[in-house]
């Protein structure tokens, strides 16, 4: 199930750029971060791929959605200039961006070699 985020649960899960200057991540498992807005069509397009990718990889792989019209702040500290941009968060290192709605096997691609997961 993705899971919408707001400016403090993104600090508690994923990132608190208050406490750390340097990238940080607070989860356990890898992540994805979709920044998108209510008005954007790719975003629409994208939602339900990331809901099923969050089914099958339930255990394996968290996927966050930041609504960038509610969270200007956060979207600026990540330099989102266009909706849908994916954030993905390996545990270790350091995390990569894609932009677009990026079809389900790209995605899936992405997770193999940005986030380890299979």
Known sequence: MTEHLDGAAFKS???DWEKH?????????PAIVDFYA????PCKMLS????????KYEG???????????ENELA???GVQSVPTI??????????MALGALPKHQIEKAMGELLGIS
């Open 13 to 15: 899960r994923v990132f």
């Open 76 to 78: 600026a500290l990540f």
């Open 48 to 55: 339900p791929v990331l809901d099923e990718l969050s089914g």
């Open 21 to 29: 200057e340097e990238w940080s991540y607070s989860g356990s498992l």
């Open 38 to 41: 209510e008005w954007c069509g």
């Open 60 to 70: 394996k792989l968290k996927i966050y959605k930041v609504d960038i019209d509610k």
């Open 87 to 96: 954030l993905f968060i390996p545990t270790e290192g350091k995390p990569s």
